[in-house]
């Protein structure tokens, strides 16, 4: 019943940006944890940025002062905002919900490509 659509990946040159969305729709009980995770061929998925049930932000030494985490109640909607792009950023993005009924959900993935 729970659904995550990203959108907004895409291929950009290094130092540009990028602007990730992931629309949730369905029934979410109560969310423990939100974000967005990451994964390229060869390696294990791993953390962008995410926020707790308290509404704190974890992120990646990767994407921190670079990367921002948003979010919109009202829509139902969670941004990545990716700024100074690397070519090592390039990745699978992916969207994360857990839930308090210990459900973890995944979207499709949209595709990030920043060329050097």
């Known amino acids: 019943q729970v659904q995550l659509v990203e959108s907004g990946g895409g291929l950009v040159q290094a130092g540009g940006s990028l602007r990730l969305s992931c629309v949730t729709s369905g029934s979410i009980f109560s969310i423990n944890a939100m974000g967005w995770y990451r994964q390229v061929p060869g390696k294990q998925r791993e953390l962008v940025a995410i926020f707790n049930s308290s509404g704190r932000t974890n992120f990646a030494d990767s994407g921190k002062g670079r990367f921002t985490i948003s979010r919109d109640n009202t829509k139902r909607t969670v941004y990545l905002q990716m700024n100074s792009l690397k070519p090592e950023d390039t990745a699978v993005y992916y969207c994360?919900?857990?839930?308090?009924?210990?459900?973890?959900?995944w979207g499709q993935g949209t595709q990030v490509t920043v060329s050097s």
């Open positions: 994360y919900v857990y839930d308090s009924g210990a459900r973890g959900y």
